[in-house]
């Protein structure tokens, strides 16, 4: 059980959650991602796997939760999807973290810094954890 004053932190702590849904169509497009800017629809943002991984066939629709209506084909709800940053949100993770550490915990990743990181920076993060817990 969490002390209350480190709960309490842990409260302030802000994060949104995207619906990626599955739309069984292949665009013509070269691209990767693209972000679509337009309040018409309401994903922000769709994913062309078709275009750097073999077989893959369809897209991915990406959309703020609260945004989302009923789903389609095939939906994969993420709940714990953005971290977001709130003007409390250094103070507390201040507070939490310093807490986490007196009792062994090393924060990492993502959630461990309340940072909006790709998975690139998370596994460095994670080497470079790796590499001072083995020094000490
Ligand atoms: C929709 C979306 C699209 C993204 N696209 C990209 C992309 O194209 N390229 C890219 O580089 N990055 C992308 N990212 C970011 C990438 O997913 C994160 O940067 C990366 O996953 C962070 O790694 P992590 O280890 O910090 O956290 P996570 O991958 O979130 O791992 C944390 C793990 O801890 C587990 N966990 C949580 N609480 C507990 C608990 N109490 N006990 C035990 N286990 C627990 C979770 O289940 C999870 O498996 C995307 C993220 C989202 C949400």
Redesign the pocket.
């Known amino acids: 059980m969490l002390p209350v004053e480190v709960a309490t932190a842990v409260d302030q702590l802000v994060h949104t959650s995207?619906d990626?849904d599955y739309v069984p169509k292949n665009e013509t497009t070269a691209a990767h991602?693209t972000y679509e800017p337009s309040e018409e629809v309401s994903f922000h943002r769709l994913?062309f796997r078709h275009n750097f991984c073999a077989g893959a066939r369809g897209c991915w629709t990406?959309t703020n939760a609260i945004r989302s209506g009923p789903a389609g084909h095939f939906r994969h709800s993420?709940e714990?999807?953005?971290p977001m940053s709130t003007l409390g949100k250094p103070e507390a993770m201040r507070f939490i973290n310093g807490w986490a550490r007196e009792h062994g915990i090393t924060p990492?990743?993502?959630?461990?810094?309340w940072e909006?990181?790709?998975?690139?920076?998370?596994?460095g993060?994670?080497l470079d954890a790796a590499a001072s817990v083995c020094r000490a």
């Open positions: 995207v990626v991602w994913i990406e993420n714990c999807a953005y990492l990743g993502r959630w461990g810094a909006h990181m790709n998975s690139d920076v998370a596994v993060l994670a």
